[in-house]
């Protein structure tokens, strides 16, 4: 059951409209999630339930905040100079800001997926899925080749590839590609796969077999998904949150909020009044 409670935004006075689900499983609860470059902040008290095994979209127009938010949640801002988080991020329950916590560890249970399909160009299609799993010490050859086999097969990319595992990574589509890289993190059974627009690149076809991928991905994982089309989000998630100038403006299931939303700057969103 989820408990989620939002919390008044103190920069605005504004409380985030949030539709919580009460028969779903919150897997991620971010809390009052600031993201400071210096002195300015990308996105501001951000609350917002994560729940498993489901697809979440984050929607809004360019420089909203969507993916400072996303890269928020696996501590990829750690590598961003000049760059801090305030607020916390719980997994299970988790804060994966805690002093304590590695945050290599945190994001080999939060994968990523990146807009632009960057496949390691030196390695095989093989050796791009294995990477993590060498990375944590994996060397048997017969684990890394059910992984492989495994993490293809959840990315619909084994049948494709699965006699020429040994092939040049780049001698992949743009399609391809992205499955590999989503392959490649999934080798390493994360518990959530953030996604930041990753059918920008792509063409029609290979969209349409990322967004057919989701449906089935998402018994295996939990999915925060940026993406900057409307019909996309429509399509693929369960929920969606509507960002707007670093603030989290609305939140719920992704069908209510699209037909009925609760705030008119959504409504102005959604139905092309500007964006």
């Keep these: 059951m989820s408990e989620f409670t939002p919390a008044a935004n103190p920069q605005t006075g504004h409380t985030e409209i949030i539709t919580p689900d009460p028969n779903a499983k919150t897997r991620i609860e971010a809390r009052r999630v600031t993201v400071w470059y210096g002195q300015k902040a990308g996105v501001r008290d951000v609350d917002m339930p994560i729940y498993a095994n489901k697809v979440t979209a984050l929607i809004g127009p360019s420089g909203c905040g969507k993916t400072t938010f996303l890269r928020a949640l696996n501590r990829m801002h750690d590598l961003t100079p000049n760059a801090r ?22 994001r080999r249970k939060i994968g990523m997926v990146f807009q632009k399909p960057n496949p390691f160009p030196t390695l095989s299609i093989y050796g791009n899925v294995v990477a993590g799993l060498r990375l944590v010490g ?45 392959a490649r993190a999934l080798a390493v059974e994360p518990e959530v796969l953030l996604m930041d627009e990753p059918t920008s690149a792509l063409d029609p076809i290979s969209t349409q077999s990322i967004e057919d991928l989701l449906t089935e991905l ?47 700057r959504t409504e102005a969103y959604i139905t092309g009044r500007f964006g």
């Design 85 to 106: 988080v305030t607020g916390e991020v719980l997994l299970d329950g988790v804060n994966v800001y805690d002093p304590g916590v590695d945050p290599v560890e945190v």
């Design 138 to 182: 994996i060397r048997k050859k017969s684990l890394l080749d059910e992984a492989v086999e495994r993490a293809l097969t959840q990315a619909a990319l084994w049948d494709e590839v699965k006699d020429r595992l040994h092939a040049p990574s780049m001698s992949l589509s743009g399609g391809q590609q992205q499955r590999l890289c989503i």
């Design 218 to 264: 998402k018994k295996h994982v939990t999915i925060v998904i940026v993406t900057h089309n409307m019909q996309q989000a429509g399509r693929v998630s369960d929920y969606t949150g509507f960002f707007l100038n670093g603030d989290l403006v609305e939140f719920g299931p992704t069908n209510p909020l699209f037909t009925t939303p609760k705030d008119k």
